[in-house]
Every structure is written in C-alpha cells, then in structure tokens.
C-alpha cells in the first residue's frame, strides 16, 4: 500500500525530493540520516542534520584534521545535548573473525603471556579512475578503522602514532599505546591490486606466540582464518576457519 504507480512510473509513498541537502537535513521528514559524501563536507551535512534534530550514521572520517576539531568537537556535543546517536561507521566490532579473537583473549593470555605488538594491513585494489580517492589521503580515509580495531580488542586508551607515509593508495604508521606495558602498534595499508579484492590481516604478538587473523572479501564472500602459533614447540599451530556472506 506504500507503492504508487501513474501507469508507467512506479515509487514509494515516503520517497521526497530536496530542491538543496540543507532543505532534507533540516526538515521534519525522517529520524536519522546517512552522510555518505566525500569527507570535505561532512560538517557541513552534520551541523545541519543536528539543526533538524536526526540521528547520524556519517562516514569516515567525520573531519578533516586538526584545523575542524574544534568544529567537531562543538557538533558531537550538540548532538549529545539534544539526545541524538552520532557515530561513524565501525564494521570490524561485527566481523566474525574479530568477533572470535576478542572473545578469545583472555584464552589467549594464559596461553602465550603478555601482549606486545598489534599489527594490521590491508591490500585492496587500486581506486576507480577519476575518483576522488586519486587525491584522498588513505591515512585519512582508513586509520579510524584501525584505532577502532584496537580499542575493541583491548579497551579503549590513548595511542602515540607516527605516521611514516600517506598517499592516495598507500600509508603507513607505527606507535605504541600509552598505558604502562601497552602494546607496540603498528598500520600498513595499500590500494594497489588489480582485482577487486579487500584482504585484511591481523597480527598479535605475546610473549611465546602469535595470533594471525587473515580475511579476504572477494565476490560477496569473506573467507577467514585464524592461526594460533605457540613459539615454544615448533610447528604447534591451532586453525580456525570460517567463510561467510556479505552483501557489498
């Protein structure tokens, strides 16, 4: 009963058009909004979907570098004041691999010590020609994930990063977190393959031995696994795998 139809056109009831985005954003119409724009005017939409009361769901990275924290800073906590879910987009908390290692931490400890070193790249391929990522800074684009990861896996804290590279299609940062005996960080990634492929690798490093998450998204289809190494019996290994369905 939502779909009208004029005999050759059909569309839904609750479908609008906007002569502008700020007329959308800040209309009664809806109670949340997607910001799928490029990062340069993500602000803007947010200031003005605060202004029409919506909760946000706004890509990454809300901003762009220090000279807009202070205009971030003032906007989440408008959004706070007047109730509204603000937050960007997170997907590794749902992942089932990540999901795995997280509830498997603790087991992890016991097993192989303390941990030291947390690693993780990604290879995907090279951007669409003409896009606005042949100028994108992939630091920018990226790294939000990567903290996020981190933060998930061992709680939140404060990180000291170095960045080592940033272009388009590669960067590269390392560090450590802050906290006494905080693991050694470190985040590589590249766009630079000729198929369309996304393989992620996650590495954590104790005391006498590693854990390797290795995911590759291709056709739909993420194909996972987990590699336990014990350092301390060569060629003890515990696998894991898992293969499941998403829709891209």
Not at 51 to 67: A, D, R, S, Y
Not at 103 to 108: A, G, N
Not at 177 to 203: A, Q
């Amino acid at each position: 009963d939502k779909v009208v139809s004029d005999g050759k056109n059909w569309w839904h009831k609750n479908i609008r058009a906007a002569a502008t985005a700020e007329e959308l954003l800040t209309s009664a119409d809806g109670e949340a909004v997607l910001i799928a724009t490029p990062p340069a005017s993500h602000l803007l939409y947010l200031e003005q979907a605060i202004k029409g009361k919506k909760h946000i769901l706004c890509e990454k990275p809300i901003w762009n570098g220090t000279v807009e924290t202070a205009k971030a800073t003032e906007l989440i906590a408008l959004a706070k004041a007047e109730g509204l879910v603000l937050s960007s987009c997170h997907p590794r908390r749902f992942e089932p691999p990540y999901v795995e290692v997280k509830s498997r931490l603790e087991e992890y400890r016991k097993k192989f010590g303390t941990l030291h070193e947390i690693g993780f790249k990604f290879f995907y391929h090279v951007p669409p020609k003409g896009g606005w990522r042949e100028t994108d800074s992939l630091l920018l684009d990226h790294m939000n994930h990567e903290i996020d990861l981190v933060n998930y896996l061992i709680g939140p804290g404060t990180v000291t990063l170095r960045k080592n590279f940033d272009s388009f299609d590669r960067y590269s940062v390392s560090g450590y977190r802050t906290e006494t005996d905080g693991p050694s960080i470190s985040f590589n990634g590249y766009r630079k393959l000729e198929t369309k492929v996304y393989r992620n690798e996650l590495e954590l490093v104790f005391d006498r031995g590693r854990v390797l998450v290795t995911s590759i998204l291709q056709n739909s289809v993420v194909h996972s696994r987990i590699e336990e190494s014990n350092f301390d019996h060569v060629g003890a290994m515990t696998l894991h795998v898992s293969n499941h369905q998403v829709q891209v």
